[in-house]
């Protein structure tokens, strides 16, 4: 009896493995909590994405800056900026934004035509820092689409108001590289060196860039993207 019954209690001491129901439960259950937590991880993501660009660009005003005091007060050229300011950065790597998964790219920022390059829409264009009026309401250096051209600008006057630029070729240059690739909007830096992020407030704005809408005159009337380029470009 005392045999049987301690074969019986070291039976019992056994440890049990899971049920398959039990398996499936703890899979569903952490399923769900990936799914809870995998959206805030890729916000997380594109928020330091975000930080770092504008860290780039801060450190491409310093340089564009810096290269007026050694050149006369001298704005660099928008279309060859990136050749005259490699002298004052570090690494090659601040001409690009973190948000380009495109290992080719070599430059993912543009500077406003009217800060040494060409007048356009009848908006002269400053060739001296010290001309540039109220520089913290200026802008000067913009994230934009990586196949886009350096020198930026996005406007059109058409003799009584002003609209988007239709789009050019290639059709990823649309809008003249404006992009929304930091959850909808893009860094920008001003004359006094200070950046911001600015998020597209017209969903318009959004479409156009996207190739959503094909006609840049539905997404123009009162827009208040389309207002804000307009005071940071051409007053």
């Given at each position: 009896m005392t045999r049987t019954n301690g074969k019986r209690a070291r039976l019992g001491?056994?440890?049990r493995g899971f049920t398959l129901t039990e398996l499936l439960v703890v899979i569903s259950i952490i399923a769900l909590m990936v799914s809870i937590t995998l959206p805030t991880l890729t916000r997380a993501q594109r928020d330091g994405e975000s930080v770092h660009c504008l860290a780039n660009e801060h450190q491409l005003m310093l340089a564009w800056l810096q290269y007026a005091v050694d050149c006369d007060d001298a704005l660099c050229n928008p279309d060859s900026y990136q050749t005259a300011l490699r002298r004052y950065t570090q690494m090659d790597e601040v001409f690009?934004?973190?948000g380009v998964q495109d290992e080719r790219v070599t430059n993912s920022y543009g500077i406003s035509s009217v800060m040494?390059?060409?007048a356009r829409d009848?908006?002269?264009s400053d060739e001296k820092l010290h001309s540039v009026s109220h520089p913290s309401q200026r802008m000067v250096l913009v994230d934009v689409e990586?196949?886009?051209?350096t020198c930026f600008w996005p406007l059109l006057w058409n003799r009584t108001q002003w609209k988007w630029r239709p789009w050019?070729?290639?059709p990823s240059s649309s809008l003249q590289g404006m992009?929304?690739?930091h959850s909808n909007g893009c860094n920008m830096s001003f004359a006094d060196g200070h950046g911001q992020y600015r998020h597209w407030k017209d969903g318009r704005t959004v479409k156009l860039i996207k190739g959503r809408i094909a006609d840049s005159d539905k997404a123009s009337g009162d827009n208040r993207d389309l207002e804000y380029m307009v005071k940071i470009l051409a007053h």
């Open positions: 001491c056994r440890r690009v934004c973190k040494g390059g060409d009848g908006i002269a990586s196949a886009s051209q050019s070729w290639p992009t929304a690739r």
